[in-house]
């Protein structure tokens, strides 16, 4: 940002940014209705729950305007940034996945929804070779389950895909022992 | 004992066969992910923290600062060979780095960024170990009131005057600090931020703000930037040995980033923009070859900022281990992993944690010597990571997203949150404001109220406290000076560059 543009062209209205000045000042919002509803022992006035929500809340209020400020003036994003045009379609792809990936962890299981997430972000990645896709999400996803997951102890919602294969592992395990 | 015998003593606990493994683990993992675009340091340790209910604290930090190391390793293979920095430390090695693989020389900006990275990894270790017990003399007359106000110091500078803007950075440290707010207060149990739901109680986990701001952040970006440049791997060509002419003109740059870079890494400000970018300057303006910067590329230009990278990272570890302050992302979740076990980094660590401390530091040499090795010869194995397809690479990264939330409490609520930080994460990255200072923001801010609370009643809810001892006034000043310094400067230097076309008949 060089002084000598802004001198030169009168400033512009910069909208997204604006958004997302106002976006910041409606959290502070919300933060000061959580922190009103904070009950406080009249024992910590001074030092309780709410002093540091209540600089929080006052410091965001004055960013927030800063923000706008900076918006009206023009707003900040780098040239190069607002050329670049969004890949919305791509984008979608990508939130599709997550989505899917959101509503079918539970009903299926980790690794079926893992796939299915995989090959929906390959797609919008611009990969067009679902079938591969699919292959590749599915070893990495028992990778991830099997070395990730069971090494760190961490508990994924099992599915069929992952009670089956534990059965075959224990089963496996229990003949060597045997 | 002095820092020899504690060193001597972290020697013996790092030279474990199980603490040796561990160390390589993380020194191959944490080049790997340094290479790789779109993974970072921060990511990778805060997907496995949950290691921390499984191992002994001594495995897991010595893990992860392996990952911490070797990501700073790895990042400059990729800022040489595709020019695409993977964060903001290894711009300045993409300057130089890459314009010398271009035109061949690709071989000796890899060996001199391996080897000064070795030479000022090892003096910065070298220092964190002489200076820790220093730092903690001092630290031991600190008041909560001086920890309060040292906390704000580091605030104002991981935020406001590192970066390209003051207001965007502590807005992003402010989101942090709501974020860190939420769930219950510790000390009166009162629930906070919560809107009515019961899976707020807990707070949000670490692990889903980086993963949500690092992971499924970035990943939206790149899906949105897709077209936006395509990036292509130089091939690795020339020896991977320095001539004579080249160590001739590394070991000093090595030398002065080393001595650039541990300074400011240590200080309560941390960030290893600001050294990279001083080393470069100074290269720039040392070399008797200044007509290969920007053309085909200085080596001098690659060895001081990638030393100065380093040395800044092992720098950054002095206020985390003696006072608990972190100034990096990566150092905020290192925090919460001691406080997954229940340790509370600070003065004492040194002395009542004596064998994780030394230990942690002694790994730290034994990975300088893992990384050397394994950037070095083993870097064919590097670049071939490099030609990972994005889709795959994208798509897996949400894979690992999902397992490190969802197997925290197996709740879609946690992955709805991940996602609406997600969301955040891409806005903040498409409108050049800092991810850091929310991580640190969240880890930190909790540690800052409770030292500004017991401040605040051991003076009986005086204020002035902070103002009165002379140490605690002193830190606020510099954080005020850092605030408001830059911005009065700027403005005077735009008065006087400005001052004569105003007024011509003035002058």
């Given amino acids: 940002m060089s002084t000598s543009d802004q001198q030169a062209s009168p400033p512009r209205l910069a909208v997204p940014?604006?958004?997302?000045?106002?976006?910041?000042?409606?959290?502070?919002?919300?933060?000061?209705?959580?922190?009103?509803?904070?009950?406080?022992?009249?024992?910590?006035?001074?030092?309780?729950?709410?002093?540091?929500?209540?600089?929080?809340?006052?410091?965001?209020?004055?960013?927030?305007?800063l923000l706008i400020l900076a918006a009206l003036r023009g707003g900040w994003q780098p040239e190069e940034e607002k050329e670049t045009p969004t890949d919305w379609t791509s984008m979608g792809f990508v939130v599709a996945g997550l989505v899917a990936n959101l509503l079918l962890i539970q009903p299926l299981g980790f690794t079926a929804a893992s796939?299915?997430?995989?090959?929906?972000?390959?797609?919008?990645f611009g990969s067009r070779h679902p079938l591969r896709d699919a292959l590749v999400g599915l070893v990495l996803a028992l990778a991830a389950y099997f070395g990730f997951a069971r090494a760190l102890g961490v508990n994924i919602g099992a599915g069929l895909i992952e009670d089956q294969l534990n059965v075959l592992i224990n089963g496996v395990f229990g003949i060597g022992k045997g | 004992?002095?820092?020899?015998?504690?060193?001597?003593?972290?020697?013996?606990?790092?030279?474990?066969?199980?603490?040796?493994?561990?160390?390589?683990?993380?020194?191959?993992?944490?080049?790997?992910?340094?290479?790789?675009?779109?993974?970072?340091?921060?990511?990778?340790?805060?997907?496995?923290?949950?290691?921390?209910?499984?191992?002994?604290?001594?495995?897991?930090?010595?893990?992860?600062?392996?990952?911490?190391?070797?990501?700073?390793?790895?990042?400059?293979?990729?800022?040489?060979?595709?020019?695409?920095?993977?964060?903001?430390?290894?711009?300045?090695?993409?300057?130089?780095?890459?314009?010398?693989?271009?035109?061949g020389r690709g071989g000796a900006a890899l060996a001199t960024s391996a080897i000064g990275s070795f030479v000022a990894g090892t003096l910065g270790t070298l220092g964190v170990a002489f200076l820790a017990p220093i730092v903690v003399k001092f630290a031991l007359a600190f008041g909560p009131a001086e920890y309060f106000s040292l906390m704000v110091l580091a605030f104002i500078t991981v935020s406001a005057v590192l970066g390209s803007s003051s207001v965007r950075g502590l807005t992003s440290l402010f989101v942090g600090f709501v974020i860190g707010m939420i769930g219950v207060d510790l000390q009166t149990g009162q629930p906070r931020f919560t809107f009515g739901m019961g899976e707020l109680l807990d707070g949000v986990d670490v692990i889903i703000v980086a993963v949500g701001l690092f992971a499924v952040g970035e990943t939206l970006y790149m899906a949105s930037r897709r077209y936006a440049g395509k990036d292509e791997i130089v091939p690795l060509k020339g020896s991977l040995y320095m001539t004579a002419a080249e160590w001739a003109r590394s070991w000093k740059p090595w030398l002065r980033g080393a001595a650039i870079g541990f300074p400011i890494g240590a200080m309560p400000a941390g960030g290893a923009e600001i050294p990279t970018f001083l080393s470069y300057a100074i290269e720039k303006k040392l070399s008797k070859h200044r007509e290969e910067f920007g053309t085909v590329g200085a080596i001098e230009g690659v060895a001081g900022p990638e030393a100065a990278n380093n040395a800044s990272a092992a720098g950054v570890l002095v206020p985390m281990l003696t006072l608990g302050l972190?100034?990096?992302?990566?150092?905020?979740?290192?925090?919460?992993?001691f406080q997954s076990y229940g340790i509370n980094p600070g003065p004492l660590l040194l002395t009542t944690q004596a064998n994780l401390v030394w230990g942690l530091i002694a790994s730290l040499f034994i990975a300088n010597v893992i990384l050397v090795i394994l950037n070095l010869p083993l870097i064919g194995l590097w670049v071939r990571l490099l030609k990972i397809p994005a889709p795959q690479l994208y798509a897996g990264i949400l894979v690992f997203?999902?397992?490190?939330?969802?197997?925290?409490?197996?709740?879609?609520?946690?992955?709805?949150?991940?996602?609406?930080?997600?969301?955040?994460?891409?806005?903040?990255?498409?409108?050049?404001?800092?991810?850091?200072?929310?991580?640190?923001?969240?880890?930190?801010?909790?540690?800052?109220?409770?030292?500004?609370?017991?401040?605040?009643?051991?003076?009986?809810?005086?204020?002035?406290?902070?103002?009165?001892?002379p140490l605690s006034l002193t830190l606020l000043t510099l954080a005020f000076i850092g605030l408001v310094g830059p911005h009065i400067w700027a403005w005077i230097e735009h008065r006087r560059t400005r001052g004569p076309e105003h007024v011509p008949g003035d002058a």
Avoid at chain 2, 326 to 337: D, E, F, G, K, R
Avoid at chain 2, 425 to 432: A, Q, V, Y
């Fill in chain 1, 115 to 124: 796939v299915i997430m995989f090959v929906l972000v390959c797609f919008g």
């Fill in chain 2, 326 to 337: 972190p100034t990096s992302a990566t150092a905020a979740i290192m925090l919460s992993a």
């Fill in chain 1, 17 to 65: 940014e604006l958004l997302i000045g106002i976006g910041l000042l409606a959290c502070a919002g919300a933060v000061a209705w959580q922190t009103l509803a904070i009950p406080v022992s009249p024992l910590y006035s001074k030092v309780g729950p709410t002093v540091f929500p209540y600089i929080t809340m006052a410091g965001m209020i004055l960013l927030s305007l």
């Fill in chain 2, 401 to 469: 997203a999902t397992v490190g939330t969802y197997g925290i409490s197996q709740s879609p609520t946690d992955l709805v949150i991940l996602y609406l930080l997600g969301a955040a994460g891409f806005l903040m990255r498409r409108f050049d404001f800092p991810t850091a200072p929310v991580i640190i923001g969240m880890i930190l801010g909790p540690l800052a109220e409770t030292q500004f609370r017991r401040a605040m009643t051991i003076a009986n809810g005086d204020w002035t406290v902070f103002y009165r001892h």
């Fill in chain 2, 1 to 103: 004992m002095d820092t020899l015998g504690y060193l001597a003593h972290g020697f013996a606990v790092a030279f474990t066969p199980t603490n040796l493994l561990w160390c390589l683990v993380g020194t191959t993992l944490g080049t790997a992910i340094g290479v790789l675009p779109g993974l970072g340091p921060a990511l990778t340790i805060a997907l496995l923290l949950p290691i921390t209910y499984q191992v002994a604290p001594e495995a897991s930090f010595i893990l992860f600062a392996g990952i911490y190391y070797g990501a700073m390793y790895g990042g400059s293979t990729t800022s040489i060979l595709l020019n695409t920095p993977g964060e903001s430390a290894t711009i300045v090695t993409a300057l130089e780095g890459n314009r010398m693989a271009r035109s």
